[in-house]
């Protein structure tokens, strides 16, 4: 499955911005879908994670409340909305996919085997 990220941007502190990610070459049916964020001298870290089957949805505590992650089944493409966002939230955001993942490893990068090419979140302060 290739995947398309897009929907980054330069926005102010508690501003907001909607990422997509979608998919062609197959459905995400029976995947994960992650965002992953990587900031300037940072380790890339886990931003959230939805079930395609089901659409549980998981978000690193750092994002609860601000940011939520969704899928739309129609047209095949997970969303992050990221909401009251912060300087601290700059990065490059990937989406990524994967068929194997479990529960207890949909925050580990090395889950996932399908990775997007990064779009940039900014903001200012």
């Known amino acids: 499955v290739q995947l398309q990220a897009s929907g980054g941007g330069l926005v102010q502190a508690g501003g907001s911005l909607r990422l997509s990610c979608a998919a062609s070459g197959r459905t995400f049916r029976g995947y994960v879908v992650g965002w992953f964020r990587r900031a300037p001298g940072k380790e890339r870290e886990f931003v959230a994670g939805i079930k395609w089957n089901g659409g549980h949805t998981y978000h690193a505590d750092s994002v609860k409340g601000r940011f939520a992650i969704s899928r739309d089944i129609t047209r095949n493409t997970v969303y992050l909305q990221m909401n009251s966002l912060k300087p601290e939230d700059t990065a490059v955001y990937y989406c990524?996919?994967?068929?194997?993942?479990?529960?207890?490893?949909?925050?580990?990068?090395?889950?996932?085997?399908?990775w997007g090419q990064g779009t940039q979140v900014t903001v200012s302060s």
């Open positions: 990524a996919a994967g068929s194997r993942i479990i529960q207890s490893t949909i925050g580990v990068s090395s889950s996932y085997d399908h």
